[in-house]
């Protein structure tokens, strides 16, 4: 029987499905393992703009949708908010396929009274909403540069080293890349304020980030963005009392997988008394993450 770790609600992003950047295989056993009374699938779940330009639809990618779908026939209200790579899903807003609801845009209330205006976040963005041309050969580059990050990672692993991200290195020195980061953030913040939100959560740019209290709009405003699936494997999470924190996917899945490596062996073993067989996991912030929500 398989160990899963109960959230009240879950939100990942920009999955890029159909791309071979796509961390798939990961984000099939962190599905796995996990359960939840809402999952938020926060934009570019399917890369479209790499499909049309390639075909690529490995067998890891169905394991992904088989998972979203399994959590929604097991109960789980499946919200899928299209980004600018599936922005074509959008004409089917109000839509249900399979137990997954096409929205727009869609708002949560946290356990503790909190509403949160939920989007990708592209339409915030100058250089998608103005300049589509360079929007795409920015993708393109970028989708290179992950290409080149994974065999170098490659590499890095067979020489003991651990997992090293070039395109977070280079968006934490290059300036301009830094001031892009920071106006994207302030224009969801001043957005979720102007529409009487106590917070926003969104993707898009592929950097977890949590920040606290911003003042907009006489309001008191919070940042999530959950991350992606292409490098930094993270998500967002809901807890029963409505405290929000990003999670180290990968971290969390290898933690399940030692416990289990743990528990056969003391199944093997002198019987442990019940209460020590399972522990919850331990959750890892990201680094790019200011710190949790309390």
């Known amino acids: ?138 993708s393109w580059a970028y989708d290179t540069m992950v290409v080149f990050n994974t065999r170098l990672n490659w590499v890095r692993q067979k020489l003991g080293m651990n997992y090293w991200s070039l395109s977070n290195f280079l968006k934490a020195k290059v300036k301009k890349a830094c001031t892009y980061i920071a106006q994207f953030e302030d224009t969801l913040i001043d957005e979720a304020g102007r529409r009487g939100f106590d917070g926003v959560v969104c993707g898009h740019i592929h950097k977890a980030e949590i ?30 009392d409505g405290t929000l924190q990003l999670i180290d996917g990968i971290a969390f899945v290898e933690q399940f997988r030692e416990q289990r490596r743990e528990l056969r062996e003391a199944l093997e073993g002198p019987p442990l008394p019940r209460e020590a067989r399972f522990r919850e996991p331990s959750v890892i912030p990201t680094p790019a993450s200011k710190g949790t929500d309390a």
Not at 72 to 97: C, M, S, W
Not at 229 to 238: G, P
């Open 1 to 138: 029987m398989t160990m899963r770790l109960k959230y009240r609600a879950i939100f990942i992003s920009d999955l890029h499905l159909g791309s071979s950047g796509s961390r798939a295989a990961d984000l099939a056993s962190f599905l796995k393992r996990v359960d939840c009374e809402h999952l938020y699938l926060v934009g570019d779940v399917i890369d479209m703009w790499r499909l049309k330009q390639r075909w690529y639809w490995p067998e890891k990618h169905n394991r992904v949708i088989g998972r979203i779908l399994k959590l929604a026939k097991r109960g789980t209200r499946v919200t899928f908010i299209p980004g600018n790579h599936d922005e074509h899903a959008r004409q089917y807003a109000g839509l249900n396929f399979g137990g997954v609801e096409v929205k727009r845009e869609a708002s949560h209330l946290t356990a503790d009274g909190r509403r949160l205006l939920i989007t990708h976040g592209d339409q915030f963005d100058l250089v998608v909403k103005h300049a589509r041309l360079l929007s795409v050969l920015g």
């Open 211 to 240: 920040r606290r209290g911003t003042p907009s709009h006489q309001r008191s405003v919070d940042y999530f963005n959950c991350g992606d699936w292409v490098e930094s494997c993270t998500a967002l999470v809901e807890h029963d």
